[in-house]
């Protein structure tokens, strides 16, 4: 099971961190991703880091302002979300991966948390 937590509502140019707790499985053998869906759009994907850290990428959108990262010990993977845009309103997820690397679509996740909502106004 996967367990978000952090959204809020935050004015534009602010900062919120994501956690996403994980359970039931060895988290450290998988991948992680965030993705976010916004009202009426596509869930689409946001980041995501490999098993063991060593590797994280990110939407172009968001590229330089969010960071994914991950600790082991604690099953726990965060994004770090700073300058924050009205457009980056969405439900946030956690999704746990199929494999070690990193997925970018959803099929390559098959175990996904509740969902935050991130609100962004200007």
């Known amino acids: 099971q996967l367990q978000a937590s952090g959204g809020g509502l935050v004015q534009a140019g602010g900062s919120l961190r994501l956690s996403c707790a994980a359970s039931?499985?060895?988290?450290?053998?998988?991948?992680m991703g965030w993705f976010r869906q916004a009202p009426g759009k596509e869930r689409e994907f946001v980041a995501g880091i490999r098993c063991d850290g060593l590797r994280k990428d990110y939407a172009d959108s968001v590229k330089g302002r969010f960071t994914i990262s991950r600790d082991n010990a604690k099953n726990t993977v965060y994004l770090q979300m700073n300058s924050l845009k009205p457009e980056d309103t969405a439900v946030y997820s956690c999704?746990?991966?199929?494999?070690?690397?990193?997925?970018?679509?959803?099929?390559?996740?098959?175990?996904w948390g509740q969902g935050t909502q991130v609100t962004v106004s200007s």
């Open positions: 999704a746990l991966g199929r494999v070690c690397a990193l997925g970018y679509s959803t099929d390559t996740y098959d175990n």
């Open positions: 039931g499985r060895t988290f450290s053998r998988y991948g």
